[in-house]
């Protein structure tokens, strides 16, 4: 600002002379930092000016203060109003939030799906998945065999079992039949041997047997 110039020629006011960088006890010998030097330096010329100058300079740094801080005030006030104009226009233009926003993102989204780290990234996703369906595949097979294999076996186990079935059902037959024909063997036997007491009893008691005549 022009104060901030007028500051820097205060010395001019007051006759004092400014150093030589080389010589002797500037910040190259010292070690200090230039910034600090320049501080150091408008205050000791700040210092060097007159009570009178000094009130002056003090009055026009208060000035320049507060047009600077006009300045802040107006510029805040020329935002506000850039920011209502261009909300205006985009009103009058049919760009919503919504619409602004999606824009935003589909261009975000773009340039994240061109850079480097994303496509990294889905050359791992790419790789997993690539996994995954490689694991599901070898799951599947495992299944699709396993099935097959409790297919045959279970067949395997009714043609076992219908085999044991009809043996059993023959040897039952042939129980039965055999049953049946010991049956009628035993009933014969005793049908003989009933007649035969029969006979001997009517022997013992001294009836002849009826003649085929006496019974025709």
Do not use: C
Not at 14 to 24: F, I, Q, R, T
Not at 166 to 185: Q, V
């Amino acid at each position: 600002s022009a104060a901030y110039r007028n500051f820097l020629n205060l010395t001019d006011l007051s006759g004092s002379e400014e150093k030589n960088p080389s010589e002797p006890g500037t910040s190259s010998d010292t070690g200090s930092s230039p910034q600090d030097d320049t501080i150091e330096h408008l205050e000791e010329q700040f210092n060097s000016l007159t009570l009178e100058n000094k009130e002056k300079q003090i009055e026009e740094w208060k000035q320049d203060l507060l047009r600077t801080q006009l300045e802040i005030v107006q510029l805040r006030k020329d935002v506000l109003f850039k920011i209502k104009q261009t909300n205006s226009l985009k009103r009058k233009l049919g760009i919503t939030a919504w619409r602004e926003f999606s824009t935003d993102f589909k261009d975000g989204w773009k340039k994240l799906q061109e850079s480097g780290t994303y496509t990294k990234f889905e050359t791992k996703v790419t790789d997993i998945t690539e996994s995954i369906d490689e694991f599901k595949n070898l799951v599947k097979k495992d299944l699709t065999s396993m099935k097959e294999k409790a297919t045959k076996e279970l067949a395997s186990v009714k043609d076992k079992a219908s085999k044991e079935l009809a043996t059993a059902s023959k040897e039952l037959i042939s129980a039965k039949e055999k049953a049946t024909r010991e049956l009628a063997t035993a009933k014969d036997t005793v049908s003989k041997e009933l007649a035969g007491l029969q006979k001997k009893a009517s022997t013992a008691l001294g009836n002849p047997e009826p003649s085929s005549e006496e019974n025709s």
